[in-house]
């Protein structure tokens, strides 16, 4: 059965913290997206990566980066958390055209 | 640029009644047209998809879509609702070239009474 794996379920950090979400797939996909969810604003796309260590920005870059050092894993980075940055994130892969699998999401509170 | 509206923010049916969730997308050329479904607390699910041929598209869980061009629509469609099927429905428009990501609308929210 094929895989997007979030590496937490649940966070909850401070203000100023450096925080990692990670993300791994089994599939060999080529693209890896990360996308945050809020109530009324649907999902909307903070990076992507198309090829190991290539990234492109999304609809809502600021205040993130990621890192893609291996096919599999895609890291997004909250390089100084703070409490708007509190939100559902979903990762996602797949193949150019093709559907996307979705991870479960991370909920991140930041306090 | 792409785009999606799914006009229907909230919407409430009752278990056994008929279901329509409307979307409309903006794209240039033919899209790739999608439907997931996200239940509480979870990732998203594709439904169905739309490539190219037969305009109606059959999914899982008995949903089926209908692209209408002429109308740059994409309808999903359930005869018969379940409980079960209260969810979050996000209809999304790709790209056929290049590697544009999926554009999602912001989401109809399904609840579904006795």
């Known amino acids: 059965d094929v895989k997007v794996t979030q590496s937490s379920r649940y966070l909850v950090k401070r203000t100023g913290e450096k925080v990692f979400l990670e993300c791994v797939q089994d599939?060999?996909?080529?693209?890896m997206f990360w996308y945050r969810q809020d109530p009324g604003l649907g999902l909307r796309l903070i990076y992507f990566?198309?090829?190991?260590?290539?990234?492109e920005k999304g609809d809502i870059p600021e205040g993130y980066s990621v890192s893609r050092e291996k096919k599999e894993r895609f890291s997004l980075i909250l390089e100084s958390a703070s409490t708007n940055q509190t939100s559902m994130y979903l990762c996602?892969?797949?193949?150019?055209?093709?559907?996307?699998?979705f991870g479960s999401g991370t909920q991140l509170s930041v306090l | 640029a792409q785009s999606v509206t799914q006009p229907d923010i909230h919407i409430t049916v009752s278990e056994g009644a008929s279901l329509e969730l409307r979307c409309n997308y903006s794209?240039?050329?033919?899209?790739?047209l999608f439907w997931y479904v996200q239940s509480p607390g979870q990732g998203l699910q594709l439904l169905l998809k739309?490539?190219?041929?037969?305009?109606l598209v059959q999914g899982i869980k008995g949903f089926e879509a209908e692209f209408k061009r002429s109308q740059s629509s994409f309808n999903l469609r359930k005869p018969s609702v379940h409980w079960s099927d209260a969810a979050e429905y996000f209809c999304?428009?790709?790209?056929?070239?290049?590697?544009?990501?999926?554009?999602f609308g912001k989401g109809t929210r399904l609840s579904v009474i006795a």
């Open positions: 599939m060999d996909h080529e693209n």
């Open positions: 739309y490539f190219s041929g037969d305009t």
């Open positions: 990566s198309y090829d190991v260590k290539m990234k």
């Open positions: 794209y240039g050329a033919t899209p790739y």
């Open positions: 996602a892969s797949g193949e150019k055209g093709e559907k996307l699998f």
């Open positions: 999304a428009v790709g790209a056929k070239t290049g590697n544009t990501p999926l554009v």
